[in-house]
Nanobody
């Protein structure tokens, strides 16, 4: 599946952004969608995931209560709503997809990746 992430930009601390992850394939609903991020000189980090029908959602601790993942399978799109952004959220954000039902948080488990979208949060 081909993924395209979009929606990044520059925002002040406390602001909000919504990222989108779109796939043209009709089989989008077969995939778990995850969001990862990578800050300069840091390892790629798991942010959250949503299962195929949107019933199971997981977040890393640092974004709980601030970020919300959702999906619209009819539009072949997943979303990452980011509120109360902090400078430490600055990173390139990637969406990724995997089949099966294992709710993996490790990047190694994901077979398909979008190109990344840059989020910069100024203080």
């Amino acid at each position: 599946v081909q993924l395209q992430a979009s929606g990044g930009g520059l925002v002040k601390a406390g602001g909000s952004l919504r990222l989108s992850c779109e796939a043209p394939e009709r089989t989008f609903s077969d995939y778990i969608i995850a969001w990862f991020r990578q800050a300069p000189e840091k390892e790629r980090e798991f942010v959250g995931l949503i299962d195929q029908n949107g019933r199971e959602i997981r977040y890393t601790t640092s974004v709980k209560g601030r970020f919300t993942i959702s999906r619209d399978n009819a539009k072949n799109t997943a979303y990452l709503q980011m509120n109360s952004l902090k400078p430490e959220d600055t990173a390139v954000y990637y969406c990724a997809a995997k089949e099966s039902f294992y709710l993996a948080t490790g990047a190694v488990y994901y077979d398909f990746w979008g190109q990344g979208t840059l989020v910069t949060v100024s203080s």
